[in-house]
């Protein structure tokens, strides 16, 4: 039995105002769907598979370089993220996941953690290792880079933290691990760009060596930040090589905010599918760098290109496709469920207009050098409110019709801020 951290009679109270209007919608949208071809509920049963994983980090209220102002009700340990998780996929059933992040979560008991897990009706998605800040009472610091630091001790201790994470996750039932490294430099000269490579390839070997057969390991690329000059791991070109180099068992995770403005994100991500090394996602938006906004709350129409892509290469059942969806995602002036939830919802919003999009016709107006009508059939598809498809496959699945206004109802930030005890603001920390 799952235990549920809102009542579900609340959940049923709410759903109960709004099932006429979402009948009539889910039917009239059904409909217009049917004229142009589409079953209505095939692309509802696809949403209802779908998920998306929470970031264990993104329940906390974030932090900018110059301060953090928590909201109420922050969870103290792993166990209260959870639960905040759990909240997320009770309501929104697209998020059955969660990934951690260590050691940012202090895992002591594994198997405490895993039966929690299990209790909320949550599994656990990619591990991710922390190499870019010193934990308390670590022998070498990171200042100067962890996986391709010059000091051999160094690298050996990442290499070590690394290994780690695979054993944790190995208990919990995770079957992959993301690597991101801020290694790089602040001043041209700091560093030699070939030996940092060299050195960085080097530890992940020993790192890939130690992943079990079932596994994957996913590199993160990234533009800038917290090197201002050069990042050892900095685009998906690099990326791509360090995947090649690895093995069959790496890939490439493609963090939408890691490029520069105006980069064509969804043709990265149709490059990686095309050489079988797209490993998957961080969700997030962006107006200037790693702003890790909202996913869709800037540009969510690259985020539907990002999804025309997966869905192209999921119809044509490209070699080897299997990405991991993850949200990474920093809060500092909302609620994180609400943030959270919202979040899920575009993303499966995006795949479903995706879904919807006629491939043939495109295929057709690209072969006959159509440009306007092809761009025509993809806007007809993004234009399309698929608001309902989405909802109906919430209610089906036991969540809510709209859940920020269930969450909200069922008064469970308050109930958690009176048993949380209120945690101080301050100076920067940026991740
Ligand atoms: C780096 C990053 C990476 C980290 C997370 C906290 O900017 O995207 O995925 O693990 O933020
Ligand atoms: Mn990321
Ligand atoms: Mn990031």
């Not at 079932?214 to 590199?219: A, G, K, N």
Request: charged share 25%; glycine share 8%; hydrophobic share 40%.
């Amino acid at each position: 039995m799952t235990t549920t951290m809102i009542s579900q009679a609340t959940v049923e109270a709410e759903n109960e105002s709004r099932l006429t209007a979402l009948r009539r919608d889910y039917e009239s949208l059904g409909e217009r769907l049917s004229r142009r071809g589409i079953a209505i509920d095939e692309i509802k049963r696809k949403v209802t598979a779908y998920g998306v994983a929470v970031p264990s980090w993104g329940v906390g209220t974030g932090g900018t370089r110059f301060a953090r102002f928590p909201g109420k009700g922050e969870p103290r340990n792993i166990f209260d993220k959870l639960e905040d998780c759990a909240v997320i996929q009770q309501l929104t059933r697209a998020t059955p996941t969660v990934s951690l992040h260590i050691p940012w979560d202090k895992v002591s008991d594994i198997s405490e953690l895993k039966e929690k897990g299990t209790s909320l009706g949550l599994g656990f998605d990619a591990m991710n290792s922390n190499t870019f800040s010193d934990a308390p009472g670590q022998e070498h610091s990171y200042k100067f880079g962890s996986l391709s630091h010059a000091d051999a001790a160094t690298r050996a201790q990442a290499v070590e933290h690394n290994l780690e994470c695979i054993e944790i996750g190995r208990q919990l039932g995770s079957k992959a691990l993301t690597v991101w490294v801020g290694d790089g430099s602040n001043f041209p000269g700091q560093s030699n760009f070939t030996r940092a490579f060299e050195r960085y390839l080097d530890a992940m070997k020993s790192v890939y060596a130690a992943l079990p057969d079932d596994w994957r390991v996913y590199t993160e690329h990234k533009m800038f930040e917290p090197a201002f000059y050069s990042t050892v791991v900095q685009d998906w070109g690099s990326n791509y090589l360090i995947a090649q180099e690895l093995g069959p068992k790496a890939f490439c995770l493609v963090d939408l905010g890691h490029h520069a403005p105006n980069v064509n994100i969804e043709m990265i991500v149709a490059r990686l599918i095309q050489f079988g090394k797209l490993g998957g996602f961080h969700f997030n938006d962006s107006k200037y760098g790693d702003d890790d906004l909202d996913t869709g709350s800037i540009d969510p129409y690259r985020l539907f290109l990002v999804f025309n892509e997966l869905v192209d290469a999921e119809t044509r059942k490209a070699k080897g496709f299997e990405p991991a969806h993850m949200l990474d995602q920093s809060h500092n002036v909302t609620d994180p469920i609400e943030s959270l939830m919202t979040s899920a919802t575009e993303v499966c919003r995006a795949y479903a207009q995706a879904l919807i999009v006629d491939r043939q016709a495109l295929a057709g107006y690209q072969d006959d050098n159509d440009a306007l009508m092809a761009s025509e059939t993809l806007k007809v598809a993004f234009r399309t409110d698929v608001e309902p498809i989405l909802a109906m496959a919430r209610l089906e699945s036991g969540g809510a019709i709209a859940p920020v206004a269930a969450y909200r109802k069922s008064g469970y930030r308050a109930k958690v801020a009176a048993e949380r005890p209120a945690v101080a603001g301050g100076g920067g920390g940026i991740v």
